[in-house]
């Protein structure tokens, strides 16, 4: 008896959606949401034709080319932002209110949108820095959002400026005594007696 031996390596068949010809469509299937289905106005004959029109053709060029920084800067990719890579680059930029003992130079900071173009690696410290400038894995955290917020120096230094800011702005003596004009002098009055 013949055996059947599994065949080796790997197969692949597309997936592509039932078509019925002659059946009502129902009224759930909406359509632009088949991956097949293209407007009328774009199918020749049942098959897709690029437009003869060249605005449209440059439409077409401009969505396929790829989102890059440009040949001077190698092609770099614009990434997709997230969530936490935004928080990272409006840290980034307030850098210079973090540190009291830095000081940066003010360039970046006039525009206020988000880069485009950039790339986020990870530093990789030097085996002579194994002491000195390492982060302990207790420190290392997976954005720099998170570090600074479990910093405890940087911490305390946002809690002191935090106070001196509110003994700065907090009126000085009790309130209700201070003359304000000819209306509160009668209220004073009236409380004296």
């Known amino acids: ?3 059947n031996k599994p065949v080796i390596g ?3 068949e597309p997936k592509l959606p039932q078509l019925s010809f002659g059946t009502k469509k129902s009224s759930n299937e909406v359509p632009g949401t088949s991956a097949v289905y293209k407007p009328s106005s774009e199918l020749i004959d049942g098959l897709f034709v690029p437009p003869n029109d060249p605005k449209k053709v440059n439409k077409l060029l401009r969505k396929q080319i790829k989102d890059t920084a440009g040949k001077n800067w190698f092609d770099m990719p614009a990434p997709t932002i997230t969530p936490e890579l935004k928080s990272d680059l409006q840290l980034l930029k307030l850098r210079g209110a973090m540190d009291p003992k830095r000081h940066y130079k003010k360039g970046g900071s006039k525009s206020k949108t988000l880069p485009k173009y950039f790339q986020v690696g990870t530093v990789i410290e030097a085996a002579s820095e194994y002491y000195s400038g390492r982060l302990t894995k207790k420190e ?25 800011i509110e003994e700065h702005n907090r009126p000085g003596g009790v309130d ?18």
Do not use: N
């Open 176 to 193: 209700k005594w201070k003359i304000r004009g000819p209306q509160s002098r009668k209220r004073a009055k009236q409380r004296r007696h």
């Open 10 to 12: 790997l197969s692949w």
């Open 140 to 164: 290392r955290k997976t954005t720099l959002t998170e570090e600074l917020l479990s910093d405890r120096k940087l911490a305390e230094y946002r809690k002191r400026k935090v106070r001196e």
């Open 1 to 3: 008896m013949p055996e």
